[in-house]
């Protein structure tokens, strides 16, 4: 009933309909997202179809005898439609395992895609992966305000945005990402890392996606402060970058900016997403990063890998 075959650039159209109506996709896995980096992964991506129409695809990459589930994505796995149910995920996952070994793969990586990015329940793909005997190989630790339910920030973050507002700081949405991808390259600098995107690629990627990506600043006579570069997943925002400059931090310019579009620009939505703070593959916790997020009443959920061996 259900067939498994390889992606090809023709299936565009149907994979983006695909992730549109979805259980667990968003823009991540939409073709014009995935491709941007195209040439830095050899694509072996999957769609699953039954009696011919598309109901799943998988966003997956291929280097010697492994397979990821996206390389270039913070998360992916069986992006699913109503249509799979238990049962048929089970079967599925076999077919899957099925076509990686006919191509000499022996593990695959599965970067699970956490439940808060999900518009409903969508978990048969970890029960299958226990099923199968998949193990938890990495865990990583986010921070997530639920928007619905009540939270607070810290009577100190209070503080620094109530003298923020007092500041003369003029909050904006950002036409051109040019100086605030200049400040983030200035500030993960002084971290020894950079922005996972080049200046070209976030312009591409906002003229792809104008609606779903967006740039908030934060300015004083003209001067970016700080700003936000948000990923606008519908239900669930996520800040994809966060920036001050030390005049920014001197004035508290990125808490009152983020005050802002946690109490107001998307205070509808279901959740805020401000992303991990672990680092070495899980195994370490950045207590300062962490810090600053719960202080705006944000708590933990987990992103998490599985290494299935075929």
Not at 179 to 196: G, Q
Request: net charge neutral; hydrophobic share 40%.
């Amino acid at each position: 009933m259900f067939a498994v075959r390889p992606y090809a650039a023709t299936d565009a159209n149907t994979w983006d309909a695909l992730v549109e109506r979805s259980r667990n996709g968003n823009l991540l896995h939409r073709r014009g997202y995935m491709d941007y980096h195209a040439d830095r992964f050899v694509d072996q991506s999957l769609i699953v179809e039954k009696h011919g129409e598309a109901v799943a695809v998988f966003p997956a990459n291929i280097q010697d005898k492994l397979v990821t589930s996206h390389g270039g994505l913070t998360y992916a796995g069986l992006i699913s439609t109503h249509a799979l149910r238990a049962e048929s995920t089970l079967a599925v996952f076999g077919q899957i395992a099925d076509h990686y070994r006919a191509l000499g793969v022996e593990r695959v990586i599965y970067k699970a895609v956490p439940h808060i990015f999900h518009a409903c329940p969508a978990e048969e793909d970890l029960y299958a992966l226990h099923r199968l005997g998949a193990r938890l190989r990495r865990r990583d630790l986010s921070s997530v305000i639920a928007l619905r339910e009540t939270f607070h920030f810290t009577q100190e973050r209070q503080r620094e945005v109530n003298k923020a507002r007092r500041s003369g700081i003029d909050l904006r949405t950002g036409t051109d990402p040019a100086d605030f991808h200049a400040l983030l390259t200035t500030v993960l600098h002084k971290h020894d890392t950079r922005p996972t995107h080049s200046l070209a690629e976030l312009r591409l990627l906002q003229a792809r996606f104008p609606r779903h990506i967006v740039l908030h600043e934060a300015r004083r006579e003209g001067a970016l402060l700080a700003g936000a570069l948000v990923y606008d997943f519908g239900r669930t925002v996520h800040t994809q970058y966060l920036a001050a400059s030390e005049e920014g931090r001197r004035l508290n310019a990125l808490s009152l900016l983020l005050a802002e579009l946690i109490g107001g620009v998307y205070a509808n939505r279901s959740y805020f997403s401000f992303g991990v703070s672990t680092e070495d593959e899980g195994r370490v916790l950045n207590g300062g990063l962490v810090a600053q997020k719960e202080r705006f009443g944000a708590r933990a959920i987990v992103h998490d890998f599985y290494e299935w061996t075929l």
